[in-house]
């Protein structure tokens, strides 16, 4: 079942579309800049990548038929039941009925629903995470051209405590001496304890078809300096995901949430280091800040509390 909406950050669903603080998301600024799909219907939304879905809607989770029509769904087999909300009860509500639905129910949403999960068992214990400190810096990467991630890293740049590498398309699209410098004076700068800001620049309309590309060639870079990662930051899905995958981690051990949206945890793979992601349009201006602040005391202390 599909849940999309996030209350905290100003998500939810209504009529199987997502909306972002009151608006329709293909009106905001966001859609026409990262979209890749003609519209915003979950339902065709998952229809191009060959799912069958079904609409689900408020009424219906709020008024007591959601378990029922949950279940029908799952019998019906290989149908993804989209599921309106709007308050982080009606999250409860769907993790709730969802659990009864059937033993094989699969859970897809944002940090809003894997927070009404957690809140169905919080009797288990779990002892403070403690990791070996680190004498590198905190490498942070902003890939996303939304604007609470371009203003995150302008700010952060302008408390003059990290090492900003802008790096533009070309540079990052051509296996060139301009990239293998900034690798090197990226690595330098990890090793001797100092923090970075790697940030890919893109100017006027970009090609958002390029952003693999371009991700791909930036992970490629920085693979030189994974050994001198003392933390890691990105912002950006599609960002993360390709630097971590080439730096051989394969998981993440979750250990809290920093703000909403912001999960800060524990890389798994042959790279242990701490490290917190974020959607490139969570936050605001002063994200970046926070998270490198964090992640500083994390890997200085050896420890996450």
Partial sequence: MLAAAFPATGRTTSGGRIRV??????????????????????????????????????????????????????SAGDIVSICDAETDHDLRLIAEAGLCASPASVFIGSAGLAHALARLDITESVEPLRIPTSKFGTLTVVGSLADASRSAALRLNSTGTVAHFPVGPDTLRDNNAVRAKIAANVKERLAEGGDVLVEITMNGFPDMSLGPTLVAGLAEALETAVPVIGAFAATGGETAAALLSRFGVNGIRLVEEIEPGVALGLTIGSLSIPIATKAGAFGDEHSLVRINERLRAVRTRGSFI
């Fill in 21 to 74: 603080k009151g608006r329709a998301l293909e009106e905001t600024d966001l859609w026409r800049r990262d979209h890749t799909y003609p519209n915003a219907d979950l339902v065709d939304v998952l229809a191009t990548a060959g799912a069958r879905s079904e609409k689900v809607a408020l009424a219906a989770v709020r008024n007591g038929e959601l378990k029922a029509i949950l279940a029908r769904l799952a």
